[in-house]
């Protein structure tokens, strides 16, 4: 059988088609999941995520409107969505960003003090953030969120979420000046 579409998906989906729902599951949860896992402490919140995210998904279809935006960035909201109330509700814990793709912060750090560094290493490094601002750092420079965006995902100011940004970016500036200080130090013993 050919892979189905997106829209074949969708409908078959809305009548219950167990293929479509099964293509639906294989096809998006990697994505669900690796959002999950930016925001939520542990693998096991991002798991229960994730199936909190697909049935929230499939009671949903029918609101899906596709001249609003691919099906992708619908899913990929409604998984933030949910996340941030688990986050708010405090039922879970904050991202532990694994799969992070260092090039995704090279705005935040210059690119050639990236290359240094292991996706474990700056993981870490954006871990050891404090949560209000690991959760803004998230949504700005991982998920392409606006201010004014996270100003209203998170129910505060817009200029709270730039002072947010700006901070978690200092902080991590300094770690990685210090992690580079620290090797130089190594280095010269």
Request: aromatic share 8%.
């Amino acid at each position: 059988m050919s892979k189905l579409t997106t829209y074949e998906i969708i409908e078959g989906c809305k009548h219950k088609d167990a293929l479509c729902q099964r293509a639906l599951v294989d096809t998006y949860s990697g994505l669900i999941y690796v959002t999950c896992n930016r925001y939520l402490k542990n693998q096991e919140s991002a798991k229960d995520m994730m199936q909190e995210s697909l049935l929230r998904i499939f009671r949903n279809l029918d609101k899906y409107d596709s001249t609003k935006g691919s099906f992708s960035s619908w899913i990929s909201t409604i998984t933030i969505r949910l996340c941030l109330t688990a986050l708010r509700n405090n039922s879970i814990s904050l991202i532990t960003l694994e799969d992070v793709n260092p090039t995704e912060l090279s705005y935040t750090i210059e690119s050639h003090i990236l290359d240094k560094y292991d996706n474990e290493t700056l993981i870490k490094l954006i871990t050891e953030l404090p949560d209000t601002y690991r959760t803004v750092f998230n949504l700005a420079a991982i998920d392409g969120y606006s201010h004014r965006e996270i100003a209203q995902l998170l129910d505060i100011k817009i200029t709270t979420s730039r002072a947010r940004l700006s901070r978690a970016k200092n902080i991590l500036k300094t770690k990685v000046n210090a992690l580079q200080n620290k090797e130089l130090w190594v280095n010269t013993i």
